[in-house]
T-cell receptor, first 113, second 111 residues
Framework: DAMVIQNPRYQVTQFGKPVTLSCSQT?????MYWYQQKSSQAPKLLFH???????NEADTPDNFQSRRPNTSFCFLDIRSPGLGDAAMYLC????????????FGDGTRLSIL | SQQGEEDPQALSIQEGENATMNCSYKTSINNLQWYRQNSGRGLVHLIL?????REKHSGRLRVTLDTSKKSSSLLITASRAADTASYFC???????????FGKGTKLSVKP
């Protein structure tokens, strides 16, 4: 089945220690998104890629970076995680930009010690 | 910025009852989407209703859209314990028309 896969499901890192979360997709979608979701809150878009074009949301902290080496993979790098970065990170894809239906992975829950 | 706001924030019902959740939004839309999120999992797309549609059905789901009131409702009929989840509406109010999600309604269906 075509899907969006996030690894790992749970990630623990230390305060200030860089961490990378990964996402892969078999849907061959042009667009990949990264969302941050804190407990009982709405998913908040951090950035998205349309093919290789990177689009950062205006309020996404500089601490968050992303890489998309090819169509299938996308990475979220947090350079110096703070306690406030503990959250669920969701990757999603869609066939095109704009308000298209999105396909989500099951997320990576990040804890900061 | 918040585009969609769901109401109620939490809803608890018995299996077999109907569940209705409402969503209000602020700006004009091309479509409105509903998603489900089971605890600890990703979101699953349920249904999309276009701005020129007033009602749409998918299995036990019924979605209505009133663009004059900038509101939508999601009705789940004959609910099951497996319907226990958070439900989010989303509209294209973000940059490049990207989706902005509401805070969600947490539905609990008791067996």
């Amino acid at each position: 089945d075509a899907m969006v896969i996030q690894n790992p499901r749970y990630q623990v890192t230390q305060f200030g220690k860089p961490v990378t979360l990964s996402c892969s997709q078999t849907l061959n979608h042009n667009v990949m998104y990264w969302y941050q979701q804190k407990s009982s809150q709405a998913p908040k878009l951090l950035f998205h890629y349309y093919d290789k074009d990177f689009n950062n949301e205006a309020d996404t902290p500089d601490n968050f970076q992303s890489r998309r080496p090819n169509t299938s993979f996308c990475f979220l790098d947090i350079r110096s995680p703070g306690l406030g970065d503990a959250a669920m990170y969701l990757c999603a894809t869609s066939s095109n930009v704009g308000n298209q239906p999105q396909h989500f992975g099951d997320g990576t829950r990040l804890s900061i010690l | 910025s918040q585009q969609g706001e769901e109401d109620p924030q939490a809803l608890s019902i018995q299996e077999g009852e109907n569940a209705t959740m409402n969503c209000s939004y602020k700006t004009s839309i091309n479509n409105l989407q509903w998603y489900r999120q089971n605890s600890g999992r990703g979101l699953v797309h349920l249904i999309l209703i276009r701005s020129n549609e007033r009602e749409k059905h998918s299995g036990r789901l019924r979605v209505t859209l009133d663009t004059s009131k900038k509101s939508s409702s999601l009705l789940i009929t004959a609910s099951r314990a497996a319907d226990t989840a958070s439900y989010f509406c989303a509209t294209g109010g973000g940059s490049q028309g990207n989706l902005i999600f509401g805070k969600g309604t947490k539905l609990s269906v008791k067996p």
